[in-house]
């Protein structure tokens, strides 16, 4: 490992920490509905691979967990920790046994490729998160209300199962498509992974 990747992801996981003390937009069950925090992440990986992206997303997730606004900081940031942990290693691991493509910037750069890598991480972060939020998501509404809730409690929120996994399903999309999009026009128009890539 070469002291650029190590400190690129020092960098941007320090980056990603100041983005804990902006209000962010959030859903009434108390997820950010626009987090910039998990782009630096995603530059991170894009700019420097996986090892560098691991590093960046824990700084960031203990930037969540130490100064975060949210009712529960520590919940918040295991969830965007495995959310976008999620997004990023189905990049990797499908470029990886990919025959004839080398995980590298040179591949994520062509839309071809990056377009259909970010449908398939947004549909495994739906796979992981969903579950997750059948337990996390009463958690918050219970904090919110100063009451217990229930899961049954939490379904009633959302006018029934249908709407709550519909829900889901949209929001998962939603932030893994932010997360990939954004991190992409700011490493790859810019130039900037002609400078600094070294994956």
């Not at 997730?61 to 920790?81: R, Y």
């Not at 040179?106 to 337990?135: G, K, N, Q």
Request: aromatic fraction near 22%; hydrophobic fraction near 55%.
């Amino acid at each position: 490992m070469s002291n650029t990747i190590l400190w690129g992801s020092i960098l941007f996981g320090f980056l990603s920490v100041s983005t804990c003390f902006f209000k962010k937009p959030r859903f009434f069950w108390g997820s950010a509905g626009f987090d910039p925090i998990s782009f630096f992440w995603m530059i991170s990986f894009l700019l420097y691979g996986p090892f560098a992206a691991l590093v960046s997303s824990l700084i960031g997730s203990f930037g969540i967990s130490l100064f975060s606004k949210e009712p529960t900081p520590l919940l918040g940031a295991a969830l965007k920790f495995t959310g976008t942990l999620t997004v990023w290693l189905t990049f990797y691991f499908i470029l990886f046994i990919s025959p004839n493509m080398f995980c590298s910037t040179l591949y994520l750069e062509e839309p071809s490729i990056y377009m259909p890598l970010s449908l398939l991480a947004a549909l495994f972060r739906c796979i992981v998160l969903i579950p997750a939020s059948f337990f996390a998501i009463p958690y918050f509404l219970s904090l919110a209300k100063k009451q217990p809730v229930s899961y049954h409690v939490m379904i009633e929120e959302f006018g029934g199962m249908f709407n709550f996994f519909f829900s889901m399903i949209g929001v998962n999309f939603w932030i893994a498509f932010l997360d990939t999009l954004i991190p992409w026009l700011l490493v790859f128009p810019t130039g900037i992974h002609a400078r600094f890539a070294v994956w």
